[in-house]
């Protein structure tokens, strides 16, 4: 077969180059497979080959019934993969995370201070301890568990999450993904009874009994509620806290009679 593209794109192992940090990679029980940094392809631990050192960049794969274990040596920081678990070894100095999971069925963290790990649909979680636990649930769903003594921070698209000791959160998989959503230059924050409302752009803010009234001007975006609006030049929207109602009340600007038209003619009868 010819190919038809010149050249090919980039493949996996370009978007995750070598880096300098160095972990040590463990089977504890099989199946486990490494993918070096800059390799091609993967090859199973074997019990007579249970430990190699790996670079950041690097893959690591358990399937059912497999178990492995990263460890980083500087830090004493450790990731446990039980069963069907994906991911890949981050390199902190190029601004990446210390582990991102690709795929999870169960793991184990035992984190240090200024660890981050981002999570399966690009959560990022930060935590200076552990055991923080994370599993795939049913119907789309991963389980974050703190089960330290410390508290620790999940950033969840346009939120974060503290979680104390004992704590734990459902975040959903979406389509669009859990990555942190980044705060836009400029962007103003309005406190309501109850909520937040975020706006960027031309807008004038007034405040409403229970709640926010909002007038669109020009360009902007507005954000509050779970929702994301974008307002006509003079529309109106109308935001109220839980306490009374939630949601938004959206109303058209008002038409003067001189644009109004004409109410259509209705023919006189001749009589017949």
């Given at each position: 077969m010819e190919s038809t593209v010149t050249p090919l794109p980039p493949g996996v192992e370009d978007d995750y180059p070598p880096g300098p940090e160095e972990v040590l990679v463990r089977r504890l029980a099989d199946p486990v497979q490494l993918k070096p940094a800059g390799q091609h392809a993967?090859?199973?631990?074997?019990?007579?080959?249970?430990?190699?050192?790996?670079?950041?960049?690097?893959?690591?794969?358990?399937a059912a019934g497999g178990r492995a274990e990263i460890l980083w040596p500087s830090t004493g920081t450790t990731v446990m993969l039980f069963d069907s678990c994906t991911g890949i070894?981050?390199?902190?100095?190029?601004?990446?995370?210390?582990?991102?999971?690709?795929?999870?069925?169960?793991?184990?963290?035992?984190?240090?201070?200024?660890?981050?790990?981002?999570?399966?649909?690009?959560?990022?979680?930060?935590?200076?301890?552990?055991?923080?636990?994370?599993?795939?649930?049913?119907?789309?769903?991963?389980?974050?568990?703190?089960?330290?003594?410390?508290?620790?921070?999940?950033?969840?698209?346009?939120?974060?999450?503290?979680?104390?000791?004992?704590?734990?959160?459902?975040?959903?998989?979406?389509?669009?993904?859990?990555?942190?959503?980044?705060e836009v230059p400029?962007?103003?924050?309005?406190?309501?009874?109850?909520?937040?409302?975020?706006?960027?752009?031309?807008?004038?803010?007034?405040?409403?009994?229970?709640?926010?009234q909002v007038t669109g001007v020009g360009e902007h975006e507005i954000e509050g509620l779970g929702i994301r609006l974008h307002l006509d030049e003079g529309e109106l929207a109308q935001l109220t806290g839980f306490a009374e109602r939630s949601g938004a009340t959206i109303k058209q600007p008002p038409v003067d009679e001189e644009d109004e038209p004409a109410p259509p003619k209705v023919p006189e009868s001749d009589g017949d």
């Open positions: 993967a090859f199973p631990l074997r019990y007579f080959d249970k430990r190699r050192r790996a670079n950041s960049g690097a893959w690591i794969f358990s070894v981050g390199s902190p100095s190029r601004g990446e995370p210390n582990f991102m999971f690709r795929e999870v069925e169960r793991a184990v963290l035992q984190l240090t201070q200024g660890d981050q790990v981002e999570l399966l649909g690009g959560a990022l979680l930060t935590a200076e301890s552990g055991p923080w636990v994370v599993e795939r649930r049913r119907f789309g769903i991963i389980r974050v568990m703190n089960q330290t003594k410390l508290p620790g921070e999940i950033a969840y698209r346009n939120e974060v999450f503290v979680l104390g000791p004992g704590e734990a959160v459902d975040l959903p998989l979406l389509e669009s993904g859990g990555a942190p959503i980044p400029g962007t103003k924050i309005y406190p309501g009874p109850g909520f937040e409302l975020k706006v960027f752009g031309e807008v004038t803010v007034s405040e409403l009994d229970g709640g926010l």
